[in-house]
């Protein structure tokens, strides 16, 4: 990244400046000039690597302690500026697990949170399903205990991971309440769980709907406590969701940079594009748009790590302007390539494709704002 003036922010400490040097020298080794011919292997390599590599460790709770997130959004936006592929990866390592992490037992933490950290098992978040979209609340897949088993009977869709992961931790109707007061947490194994249909999105990533025909799994793969189901996920999705919009801060950052350098050298008559008032005008609101959102994310990722303060309203609020604002850059991006923008195998058409499922998934921004206008009112009330 040409600028990293913001990791001199009073956000961050040596730690976080001293893992982005680190991480950009890593992506610069392992990630520049590489695509991917088979999507599933080279998403089973990239967590072997990030796991080989020591990155992974920050994705999983580390005894006592929660992930880092200013950790986990400088990683993410590091990985998502060079390859939106190996963001994905890296990410659903986190939140695959971060029920886990959150609120696993003493024995599931210690079979399932090394493996991922190392990059041996790759995890999924299994919440999503085909008449249940952000209305988590109101799911139909059902777990019943039977003797010391429960059985799962159900499907999710557009599952991060879906195909490839070694375990799903499903989200599953138990009854002890309507709605989100009657719903469960499981491990659920790879192998138990059949892939009923892989989803292909413009932005390849391995996507899979999932059926559960009668999956009987054992009684202490129940995470967390019956009928806490509800608050496993939003807590989970909470402590991620600010990363996903330092993912889409990365995807802009490289916008902006490739926009830049084709500028400069772009001839336009006698002077170059970025000599024109309307380009210099356009690449300056693109730099507003990226250092606004890299206030907002870093600003909400420091109040997760100092605890004690209810960051809702201020992750929604970075979630929210930094996928919306880098869906813009990056559309600037594409108009001063020109013909350019829209050719297949160019960086900035790539990213077009990349940004678009961020403002969709962990919370679409529709939800984003749902959250912030409740708690201006709640506070209104007051």
């Not at 020298?25 to 000039?33: S, V």
């Not at 801060?249 to 001839?267: P, T, V």
């Amino acid at each position: 990244m040409s600028d990293r003036s913001f990791l001199s922010w009073p956000f961050f400490e040596a730690r976080h400046r001293e893992l982005a040097d680190d991480l950009r020298d890593w992506c610069a080794d392992n990630l520049t000039g590489r695509y991917a011919e088979d999507l599933d292997s080279e998403c089973r390599a990239l967590v072997r690597e990030l796991g080989a590599a020591g990155f992974l460790k920050l994705c999983v709770a580390d005894g006592k302690h929660r992930p880092d997130v200013r950790s986990l959004a400088i990683a993410r936006e590091t990985l998502a500026y060079h390859s939106g592929l190996a963001d994905f990866a890296f990410a659903m390592q986190g939140l695959g697990s971060g029920a886990i992490s959150l609120f696993g037992t003493i024995e599931q933490k210690r079979e399932w949170l090394p493996k991922v950290a190392s990059g041996q098992a790759i995890a999924a978040f299994a919440m999503t399903e085909p008449q249940c979209g952000s209305d988590a609340a109101n799911m139909q897949t059902s777990a019943m205990l039977d003797g010391n088993e429960w059985v799962l009977v159900g499907e999710k869709t557009y599952i991060s991971n879906g195909g490839i992961a070694d375990f799903y931790v499903t989200f599953a109707r138990t009854g002890e309440g309507e709605g989100a007061r009657g719903l469960s947490a499981f491990i659920v194994p790879a192998e138990a769980v059949a892939v009923a249909e892989r989803i292909e999105v413009i932005a390849p990533h391995p996507l899979a709907r999932l059926t559960y025909d009668k999956v009987r799994i054992p009684a202490d793969a129940i995470v967390g406590e019956p009928g806490e189901g509800f608050r496993i996920g939003m807590e989970t999705l909470n402590l991620f969701r600010v990363t996903v919009g330092a993912a889409a801060l990365g995807l802009a950052r490289r916008a902006l940079d490739e926009a830049l350098a084709f500028a400069s050298k772009r001839r336009l008559g006698s002077a170059t594009l970025a000599d024109n008032a309307v380009t210099q005008a356009k690449l300056a609101d693109m730099a507003l748009a990226v250092d606004a959102s890299a206030l907002l994310i870093y600003r909400a990722a420091w109040q997760q790590d100092e605890g004690g303060i209810d960051n809702r309203r201020a992750a929604a609020m970075a979630k929210l302007h930094a996928t919306e604002s880098a869906q813009a850059v990056i559309d600037a991006a594409v108009q001063l390539h020109g013909g350019a923008g829209v050719t297949k195998g160019v960086k900035v058409e790539e990213l077009y494709r990349d940004i678009r499922a961020l403002r969709i998934y962990e919370g679409a921004s529709e939800v984003q704002r749902q959250i912030i206008a409740r708690d201006l009112l709640k506070g209104e009330a007051l």
